[in-house]
């Protein structure tokens, strides 16, 4: 597989964590000035705020989902998969635990603990999306965007390439609505965002739809993952 060139595009990018895992950081190749949006469906509902306004705007974006919420999303699912030119459906896993090994928790939530729970949670939600939309995802994030090393070198070796990010809009949609359109009208070229699409209830989804705004008003082009990073040929 293309593992040992997927752990070295990973490694090279990551900043430290706690335990010695890593947070990966990614941005847009050299001479790319578009913005990529990433958006993590973990569980729960849909914030048709930020979906709605992606749509009205055709603007392309990535959206990684957990098995979970793909079986409380049907009809969600199906307008992402009937507006296909515009979403790239990646992993975040069967039930958004994270890839760690060495800690019990972080963030408080449990983590995999084991490199098979960390295969489990990959490859079930890999068999989801394929499911659900016909193709097989190229990009995993888990439930933390933070991994214990050996968890990186299993991924790599599954075949699939870690989505990191080099601007957290809403952490974890937690953040008001205005704080997050600073940080999204902010982006600067390049910039891979990393934002929550599963919290309708709460403010920060209003910030990411406002910061779209001004970025669609500064004329900035928005960009996938799957097209920024192809795959290489031959």
């Given at each position: 597989?293309?593992?040992?060139?997927?752990i070295a595009f990973?490694?090279?990018?990551?900043?430290?964590?706690?335990?010695?895992?890593?947070?990966?950081?990614?941005?847009?190749?050299?001479?790319?000035?578009?913005?990529?949006?990433?958006?993590?469906?973990?569980?729960?509902?849909?914030?048709?705020?930020?979906?709605?306004?992606?749509?009205?705007?055709?603007?392309?974006?990535?959206?990684?989902?957990?098995?979970?919420?793909?079986?409380?999303?049907?009809a969600t699912a199906?307008?992402?998969?009937?507006?296909?030119?515009?979403?790239?459906?990646?992993?975040?896993?069967?039930?958004?635990?994270?890839?760690?090994?060495?800690?019990?928790?972080?963030?408080?939530?449990?983590?995999?603990?084991?490199?098979?729970?960390?295969?489990?949670?990959?490859?079930?939600?890999?068999?989801?999306?394929?499911?659900?939309?016909?193709?097989?995802?190229?990009?995993?994030?888990?439930?933390?965007?933070?991994?214990?090393?050996?968890?990186?070198?299993?991924?790599?070796?599954?075949?699939?390439?870690?989505?990191?990010?080099?601007?957290?809009?809403?952490?974890?949609?937690?953040?008001?609505?205005?704080?997050?359109?600073?940080?999204?009208?902010?982006?600067?070229?390049?910039?891979?965002?990393?934002?929550?699409?599963?919290?309708?209830?709460?403010?920060?989804?209003?910030g990411v739809v406002?910061?779209?705004?001004?970025?669609?008003?500064?004329?900035?082009?928005?960009?996938?993952?799957?097209?920024?990073?192809?795959?290489?040929?031959?």
């Amino acid at each position: 597989m293309r593992s040992a060139l997927l752990i070295a595009f990973v490694l090279l990018a990551a900043s430290p964590a706690s335990a010695g895992d890593i947070e990966p950081r990614l941005t847009l190749p050299a001479g790319n000035k578009a913005v990529a949006l990433t958006f993590d469906a973990c569980s729960g509902a849909v914030d048709n705020r930020i979906l709605d306004e992606l749509i009205a705007d055709r603007i392309p974006a990535t959206i990684f989902v957990t098995h979970r919420w793909l079986k409380r999303n049907a009809a969600t699912a199906a307008l992402l998969l009937a507006n296909a030119d515009l979403f790239e459906i990646e992993n975040h896993g069967e039930n958004h635990v994270p890839a760690i090994t060495d800690q019990p928790t972080v963030f408080g939530l449990p983590t995999a603990g084991s490199l098979t729970a960390v295969s489990q949670e990959v490859m079930g939600g890999a068999a989801a999306v394929t499911a659900t939309f016909g193709r097989p995802p190229l990009w995993y994030r888990d439930a933390s965007a933070r991994y214990s090393r050996d968890a990186v070198e299993l991924i790599g070796n599954l075949g699939y390439r870690i989505a990191g990010y080099s601007l957290n809009a809403d952490v974890g949609a937690s953040l008001p609505a205005a704080t997050v359109s600073k940080r999204i009208a902010a982006a600067k070229p390049g910039d891979v965002i990393i934002s929550h699409i599963n919290h309708p209830e709460r403010p920060s989804g209003a910030g990411v739809v406002d910061g779209i705004k001004a970025l669609v008003a500064k004329g900035v082009r928005f960009e996938r993952l799957d097209t920024a990073f192809p795959l290489p040929t031959g």
